[in-house]
């Protein structure tokens, strides 16, 4: 008898289902159509990326030799900085932009990804 209840429940469930299949997609589809809507109007995508480079030398105890080591490594961080916002690495990086499935990077230009790169250095960190 428990059996036949659970039958005539499934068989009330699918008569349900079918009596409201129509609205059941509809309303599938229009909840989607609103999302796509919110994240492409909507929703601003932004894109960050944080690259830290150590320059670790050892320590001395000459302060002259102190001094050109930190001129050094200011120089070295001075030269990473010219080479990521090199023309190269810049035709490079909008080549690859384009090429993803991304709208949002089909128009990007190279001075776009200049400004967008921020390089800082401070003295003693």
């Given at each position: ?84 916002t ?34 800082e ?5």
């Amino acid at each position: 008898m428990n059996q036949l209840i659970d039958v005539q429940r499934v068989r009330v469930l699918l008569m349900l289902v079918r009596r409201y299949m129509l609205l059941i997609v509809a309303v599938t589809i229009v909840g989607a159509g609103v999302g796509v809507m919110l994240d492409k109007m909507i929703i601003s995508h932004k894109y960050s990326s944080v690259t830290k480079i150590l320059v670790d030398r050892k320590t001395d105890t000459d302060v002259a030799k102190q001094y050109v080591g930190q001129q050094a490594d200011a120089d070295v961080i001075e030269t990473y900085s010219d080479i990521i916002t090199s023309p190269k690495i810049m035709k490079d990086a909008v080549k690859t932009l384009r090429n993803t499935d991304d709208s949002l990077f089909s128009n990007v230009r190279e001075s776009d990804l200049v400004e967008a790169i921020k390089i800082e250095h401070s003295g003693q960190s």
